[in-house]
C-alpha cells in the first residue's frame, strides 16, 4: 500500500519538496489539462485516480499506476496551471499538480496551501468528456 502524507496547514510550501534535489522535467499530459481545478482524488491500492476539471471544458481522470507515494493537502478544488513532472531517484516518477494562486494572494487560504504530488511509475488519461481544441 503505497504511503499517504496529509501536510498539516502550519507547514510551509518549501518544506515538502527538496529543491535541492529536484529538477523540472517537464510538463506532464497536454495542453487541453492545463489550468483546471481538481475535483476528486480517490486511491485504490497502489493506484490514483484524479478527477480534473479543464477551464478549456470538460472533465478528465487521470490514472496514476504503481503509486508509491502521494503527499497531499486539500487537494479537491486545488486550482492548477498544470500537471509537473520532476526528475526523481528510482524507476518511480514524481508528479505535481502545481497550484496558481500563492500564499499571500487576495484567494482562500486553504487554496493557496492546496498540493498534491503523487511518486508512481505512470500515469494514463481517460479523456472521453473533455472537449477537443
Wanted: glycine share 6%; hydrophobic share 35%; charged share 30%.
Amino acid at each position: 500500500m503505497p504511503s499517504l502524507i496529509v501536510i498539516p496547514d502550519t507547514t510551509p510550501a518549501s518544506e515538502t519538496i527538496d529543491l535541492k534535489k529536484s529538477h523540472f522535467k517537464g510538463y506532464a499530459a497536454d495542453r487541453r489539462l492545463r489550468d483546471g481545478t481538481i475535483e476528486r482524488v480517490e486511491r485504490n491500492g497502489n493506484r490514483l485516480n484524479v478527477t480534473i476539471e479543464s477551464l478549456l471544458g470538460g472533465r478528465a481522470t487521470i490514472r496514476f499506476y504503481g503509486v508509491v507515494s502521494v503527499i497531499a493537502r486539500h487537494p479537491e478544488r486545488l486550482p492548477f496551471t498544470s500537471l509537473v513532472e520532476w526528475d526523481c531517484e528510482g524507476p518511480e516518477r514524481h508528479f505535481e499538480f502545481s497550484n496558481w494562486i500563492q500564499p499571500g494572494d487576495d484567494w482562500d487560504p486553504h487554496l493557496a496551501l492546496a498540493r498534491l504530488e503523487v511518486r508512481a511509475r505512470g500515469y494514463d488519461i481517460d479523456e472521453r468528456e473533455l472537449v477537443r481544441v
